[in-house]
């Protein structure tokens, strides 16, 4: 680094935690304020099943999607490691590969799944078919509901709420300032706890769907989540199922929890999750495993994905030299748009933004 920067960053979500963190451990000083309270986030973040899964969603999604988030699966391991420090519970990380099934009568679905991302990858991608005893042998717990499952390496999954608040106590701990229930504008005479724009070195915009009124191109896509616990049955990979109607997954969680996600509604509704949503989410598990009746409900939530219109992240570079504006440096970096692909882009997206911003500081 040449220099320390006084850096401010509106939204602590999963970008503005992320990227607080990255800058401190480079040495800068950051200061981190959400319009929420951070212990109770209202985070897309919050809400997501935090799946790193770039072969699932490459069928989904552009191919630049699916090289990022095989990236980012490269940078996660190391940040898992540096944050699970010893005296301090370990947030959980796996990359265990995800299951996809289909039941007999939907098997066409899984099917064009398959072909898909074969045409997407080539047919050299290493997704490969497994038959019900190869399923016995990796996922025993929901063998006798399928004839035929389809196995997909590298993909991972991690405990989203332990590492947000991992995050927390590490931006804490290296003394960044965090600065809860502060909504932040960019109007000419904002301020950022009590400092104009222009006190900053620079200001990273990470307020996700908060940014909508000053981004028009920005919606948020609403999806919904439940979240059950049980003991009766035990699951060693995130399970997709595939059905004509919807796309549903579980992912376990340490504790002998789950969930089940999640809904994709275009709607900027926050409001609390449908009755249709919950049958729907329900007759997934119980699908999976008739013993998922037994499990009890802990949590419905229901989110916005902050997304622009073709789904794919953005990062707004407005670095103005103290040269042509007055004497005063005023860099603002919008970064949004990670609609459902927060997790399987973030750290691709926050390496991106600090080799720029270390360009930019020792050419100036
Ligand atoms: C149901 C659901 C499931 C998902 N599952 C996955 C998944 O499995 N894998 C995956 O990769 N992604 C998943 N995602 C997507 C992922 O959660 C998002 O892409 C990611 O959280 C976006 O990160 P962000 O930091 O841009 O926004 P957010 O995480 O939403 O954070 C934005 C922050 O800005 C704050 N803020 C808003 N307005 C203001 C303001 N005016 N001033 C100050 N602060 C403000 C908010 O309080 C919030 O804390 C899922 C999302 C949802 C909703």
């Not at 552009?62 to 095989?70: H, K, L, N, T």
């Amino acid at each position: 680094m040449s220099h320390q920067l006084s850096i401010a960053i509106a939204g602590a979500g999963l970008l503005g935690r992320l990227l607080a963190w990255r800058l401190l451990k480079l040495g800068h000083r950051v200061r981190l304020f959400d319009d929420g309270d951070f212990q109770h986030s209202r985070s897309a973040a919050h809400t997501a099943a935090a799946m790193i899964s770039p072969l699932s969603e490459v069928v989904v999604s552009e191919r630049s999607i699916y090289d990022m988030g095989v990236r980012s699966l490269g940078i996660w391991p190391g940040w898992i490691e540096e944050l699970n420090v010893p005296g301090r519970p370990a947030v959980h990380y796996a990359a265990p590969g995800s299951v996809v099934v289909a039941h007999p009568a939907d098997m066409a679905e899984l099917e064009q799944f398959y072909s898909d991302l074969n045409f997407h990858l080539g047919a050299d991608n290493n997704a490969r078919w497994l038959d019900r005893r190869d399923l016995q042998a990796i996922e025993p717990d929901i063998a006798d509901q399928f004839d035929r499952a389809l196995y997909l390496p590298d993909e991972a999954y991690l405990d989203n709420r332990h590492l947000l608040d991992r995050l927390l106590e590490e931006i804490r701990a290296l003394g960044g300032e965090c600065v809860a229930h502060q909504p932040i504008d960019f109007s000419p005479d904002a301020k950022m706890g009590g400092q104009t724009l222009s006190g900053f070195d620079c200001i990273f915009d990470c307020r996700g769907v908060g940014a909508r009124q000053s981004e028009k191109n920005l919606r948020g896509v609403r999806g919904e989540v439940l979240w059950v616990q049980t003991d009766e049955v035990q699951l060693h990979h995130p399970v997709r199922l595939m059905h004509p109607r919807y796309k549903l997954y579980i992912v376990p969680k340490p504790g002998n929890r789950f969930i089940i996600g999640a809904t994709e509604i275009e709607s900027q509704d926050r409001s609390p999750v449908s009755v249709q949503s919950m049958l729907e989410l329900c007759s997934a598990l119980y699908t999976l495993n008739p013993a998922f009746a037994e499990a009890r409900i802990l949590e419905l939530d229901a989110n916005l994905r902050p997304s622009y219109w073709h789904n794919l992240p953005m990062i707004e570079q407005k670095w103005v030299h103290p040269q042509f504006n007055n004497g005063e440096m005023q860099n603002i970096v919008r970064i949004n748009g990670l609609y459902r692909h927060g997790y399987l882009l973030a750290p691709t997206v926050v390496e991106d933004v600090l080799a720029r911003l270390t360009e930019f500081t020792q050419t100036h």
